[in-house]
C-alpha cells in the first residue's frame, strides 16, 4: 500500500481544535508597614496561597515574583510594584495574582483604576484568589459590582490602622520615648528597650569634638575638612556598618562628611539630653517639616553628651556669623539653575555655588572640605556669568549641527514613508502566513486520529507550526515597536532643533532652557568648558536614517 504524503498535511474545512491560552504570571506579595504578626498575612503564606490556586489552573504558568516588604498599599510608588508595571508593558507577564484586593492596594481610586482599566487596556488577566475574583471568568461577572465596596473597606481600614499607629506613636513621644527607625548619631538604642536611647561611646567623642571646634571658633569648612582629612566615617556610612541599611542605600550618602551633616548635628537639642521629635509629618504620602512650636519636646529622658551651656553658645557663635553674612551680602539671592548639573572635570564633584562681592561664583571646594590633593587640578573661581556665557555658545554652536541634522531628516521624509510602507507590507505578509500555519495546526489533529501521523510526527509538527506563529507574532511586534520609536524620535528630534533655533545672541540662559537641554556641565578651567546635552541619547533610529543618508 502507498504511504500516503504528510506534507502540508490539513482539513481546512474541519472544525477547528480550540488551543488553550497560557497565561504568563506574576505573583505580586505586599507586607504592609502595618503587618500585626498574623500568619495569614506573612510572605510566605501569601506565596503559599497563591501557588496552591495556581497549581489548579492549568493555563496559567508563573513567570515572575514581585515583593513589597514593608510598603503601605495607600500608594502604588512601590519598587517592586513598578518594576512588575514595566514587565507588564514590556509584554513579559499578562496575568496578575494577589491574594486578596488588599494586597493589590487600599487606595479605592488608584486600585479601581488597575483593575478597571490599566489592566484590561494590556490585556491583563487579574485573579484575587480569596476575594474569588478572576477578570477572565464570566461566571463570577458579579464580583465586578463587590470590587469598588471592597476597596472602599480596605481603603478605610488603612487609614483607621494609619490613624491608629499616629496616635500610639504621638503618645510615645509625648511620654520621652525614642520612636525613630535610626538612633540619632552619637546615641544607640537600648538593646533591651527600643525606645530608650543610650551614648554611644563609639561616635559620641566626635559629637562632643565638633560642638567644641566651633566653640573655639573653627568654620563649619574647616570642620568638615578636619573629620574627612581624619578618616572619621560619615553618620551614613556608620549606620550602614552598623546594618541598619545597605551602602547604596540613598541615606548612607557619599560616605564624606557635608557641612549640612554637621549643621544637623549643631542644632540637635538631643544631644543636651532632651527629646525633640515631631520635627517632620506626613501629608499626601509626602514627608513635610512642621513648625517648632509643633514639635514634641520632653527634657532629660536620656544622658546629655554636651552641657546645656555648650550647646548654647553654639547656638549663638552660628546665629552671628548667620547675621553678619547677610549684612556683607551685596547681591539679590537669584535661584541656581544649574544645581546638580555643574562638576569639577578633575575630581568630578559638584561644583559650589557662592556669592562673591559682586556677584555669583562657581569653585571646586574638594580641598577645603576632604583635604589637601582631592582635587589637585580644580576649579578654584569662576564667576557665574561667565560660565552661563561659555554655556550659551556651546548651546549657539550645538544648534548649529542639530539643526543641519534636522534639515537633513526632513529631506528622508520619502525615505521614512517608503519604510513605513514596507513595515506595513511585511506586517501583511506575516499575518497571511500565520493565517495559513493556524490552519494547518487546526487540522494536525485530525490527521493523528486517522492514523496519517503517528503521534512523535503529530507533535514534532504541531511544535514547529507553533513556533512558526509565535515567530510570526514576535516579528510583528518587533516591526510595530521599532516603527512607531522611529516615528516617536523624529518628533521628538524636531522639537528639539525647534527650541535650539530659538537661542540667539539675545537668548539669557534660564532654568527652562537648561531643563530641556543640558545634562551635564563640566568645568575643566574657565576656558574650557564641555556639556553633555539631554538629548545626545534616545535617537538611535534618527541617527540610523541619516547615518545611511
Keep these: ?11 481546512l474545512d474541519a472544525p477547528k481544535q480550540p488551543t488553550m491560552k497560557v497565561w504568563q504570571a506574576a505573583l505580586y506579595i505586599r507586607l504592609s508597614v502595618e503587618f500585626n504578626g498574623k500568619r495569614g498575612d506573612s510572605l510566605e503564606t501569601q506565596r503559599q496561597i497563591m501557588e496552591a490556586y495556581i497549581a489548579l489552573c492549568p493555563d496559567i504558568e508563573i ?3 514581585y515583593t513589597d516588604n514593608g510598603t503601605t498599599g495607600r500608594t502604588f510608588e512601590r519598587e517592586a510594584f513598578q518594576r512588575m508595571l514595566g514587565d507588564i508593558e514590556a509584554g513579559k507577564i499578562n496575568c496578575i495574582v494577589v491574594k486578596d484586593l488588599s494586597r493589590l492596594g487600599r487606595n479605592t481610586i488608584d486600585t479601581g483604576y488597575y483593575i478597571e482599566k490599566y489592566f484590561p487596556l494590556h490585556g491583563v488577566r487579574f485573579i ?23 476597596n472602599m473597606i480596605n481603603e478605610a ?14 503618645q510615645a513621644m509625648k511620654d520621652g520615648k525614642f520612636v525613630g527607625g535610626r538612633p540619632p548619631y552619637g546615641y544607640r538604642k537600648d538593646s533591651d528597650n527600643c525606645h530608650r536611647l543610650l551614648v554611644n561611646e563609639d561616635t559620641a567623642p566626635i559629637v562632643r569634638q565638633i560642638f567644641q571646634w566651633i566653640a573655639d571658633g573653627v568654620a563649619l569648612n574647616e570642620v568638615v575638612k578636619r573629620l574627612n582629612e581624619g578618616g572619621v566615617m560619615s553618620p551614613g556610612y556608620y549606620h550602614a556598618s552598623c546594618g541598619l541599611f545597605s551602602y547604596d542605600n540613598k541615606l548612607a550618602g557619599s560616605g564624606k562628611w557635608q557641612t549640612w551633616t554637621v549643621g544637623k548635628i549643631l542644632v540637635d537639642e538631643v544631644y543636651t ?15 513635610v517639616a512642621t513648625k517648632p512650636e509643633d514639635w514634641i519636646i520632653v527634657r532629660g529622658t536620656h544622658e546629655p553628651i554636651i552641657s546645656r551651656e555648650l550647646f548654647e553658645k553654639v547656638q549663638a557663635i552660628r546665629k552671628a556669623a548667620a547675621e553678619k553674612y547677610s549684612r556683607n551680602g551685596k547681591n539679590p539671592y537669584s535661584p541656581n539653575i544649574l544645581r546638580g548639573r555643574v562638576f569639577c572635570g578633575c575630581c568630578g564633584k559638584s561644583l559650589h555655588r557662592q556669592k562673591g562681592y559682586k556677584h555669583y561664583i562657581y569653585r571646586c571646594i574638594s580641598n577645603d572640605r576632604q583635604g589637601k590633593s582631592s582635587c589637585v587640578g580644580g576649579v578654584h573661581c569662576m564667576p557665574e556669568s561667565d560660565l552661563f556665557n561659555m554655556i550659551l555658545m556651546i548651546i549657539r554652536q550645538k544648534a548649529e549641527v542639530v539643526m543641519g541634522e534636522a534639515l537633513r531628516l526632513k529631506q528622508c521624509d520619502g525615505k521614512i514613508a517608503a519604510q513605513k510602507a514596507q513595515v506595513g507590507q511585511e506586517i501583511a505578509d506575516l499575518g497571511q502566513q500565520t493565517q495559513k500555519n493556524k490552519a494547518l495546526l487546526a487540522g494536525l489533529y485530525e490527521s493523528f486520529v486517522k492514523g496519517i501521523l503517528t503521534k512523535a510526527e503529530y507533535l514534532e509538527m504541531q511544535e514547529d507550526y507553533n513556533r512558526k506563529i509565535s515567530g510570526a507574532v514576535e516579528r510583528v511586534q518587533q516591526l510595530q515597536t521599532r516603527q512607531a520609536e522611529l516615528e516617536r ?21 534660564s532654568a527652562l532652557l537648561v531643563n530641556q537641554l543640558i545634562g551635564r556641565v563640566t568645568v575643566n578651567s574657565p576656558d574650557d568648558v564641555s556639556i553633555d546635552f539631554a538629548f545626545e541619547s534616545g535617537f538611535e533610529r534618527v541617527m540610523e536614517v541619516l547615518g545611511n543618508e
Excluded: C, W
Excluded at 1 to 11: G, T
Excluded at 157 to 170: E, F, H, L, T
Excluded at 276 to 286: D, E, F, S, Y
Design 1 to 11: 500500500m502507498a504511504r500516503k504524503s504528510r506534507k502540508n498535511i490539513a482539513v
Design 63 to 65: 513567570v515572575g515574583l
Design 128 to 150: 484575587a484568589v480569596n476575594d474569588q475574583f478572576d477578570s477572565e471568568n464570566g461566571e463570577n461577572s458579579g464580583n465586578h459590582l463587590i470590587v469598588p465596596l471592597k
Design 157 to 170: 481600614y488603612a487609614a483607621d490602622i494609619s490613624k491608629k499607629v499616629r496616635a500610639q506613636q504621638n
Design 273 to 287: 539630653g532632651d527629646m525633640v521629635q515631631g520635627k517632620h509629618t506626613n501629608i499626601g504620602h509626602k514627608q
Design 489 to 509: 524620535q523624529v518628533a521628538q528630534y524636531t522639537s528639539m532643533a525647534d527650541k535650539l533655533a530659538a537661542v540667539d545672541k539675545d537668548t539669557a540662559l
